[in-house]
Nanobody, 114 residues
């Protein structure tokens, strides 16, 4: 069983930055992919970004150019650097890892004020 814990969320003004972290209980290098989703109030969960073991990354159009996903295999950590935040980025952010199954963290709240 893989356990994930997110951190780094908080309240920030529009235009500001936050860095989310996701620590895994297992060897993160063993995971095929690490990524992030988000869910805003009243909306469905939305995919944000993924980084594969190869290092290849992919982003939702809504965050491309503003968010950067990365992973530190030695520390079993995944990161989501979020710059130039907008009010519409307000959501609970969930990290996931793909192995044979997909595992999810509990989420961290990001609130962007105008």
């Amino acid at each position: 069983q893989v356990q994930l814990v997110e951190s780094g969320g908080g309240l920030v003004q529009a235009g500001g930055s936050l860095r989310l972290s996701c620590v895994a209980s297992g060897n993160i290098f063993s995971f095929n992919a690490v990524g992030w989703y988000r869910q805003a109030p009243g909306k469905q969960r939305e995919w944000v970004a993924t980084i594969w073991r190869s290092g290849f990354t992919n982003y939702a159009d809504s965050v491309k150019g503003r968010f950067t996903i990365s992973r530190d295999n030695a520390k079993n950590l995944g990161y989501l650097q979020m710059n130039n935040l907008k009010t519409e980025d307000t959501a609970v952010y969930y990290c996931f890892v793909d192995q044979i199954s997909r595992y999810w963290g509990q989420g961290t709240q990001v609130t962007v004020s105008s």
